[in-house]
């Protein structure tokens, strides 16, 4: 048996499929850009999840750390 979906179908389905899972979970979280040879991965500014201390944590909110 064959998998027609595609790479984001499948994720989507995935990522939606436990019982309190909602759209947003499925949401894209990162771009992927290639130029000259190099791959590029940013944290998409409206990602929920993101890299690091969260807010409120004192490694967040020191400037130094920057």
Excluded: C, W, Y
Aim: glycine share 6%; aromatic share 2%.
């Amino acid at each position: 048996m064959s998998d027609d979906k595609s790479f984001d179908e499948n994720r989507h389905d995935q990522l939606t499929t436990a019982p309190k899972a909602t759209e947003a979970d499925a949401a894209p979280r990162i771009d992927v850009t290639e130029h000259d040879g190099v791959t590029r991965i940013d944290i998409r500014d409206d990602a929920a999840v993101r890299p690091g201390p969260g807010q409120g944590m004192p490694a967040a909110d020191d400037p130094s750390d920057r």
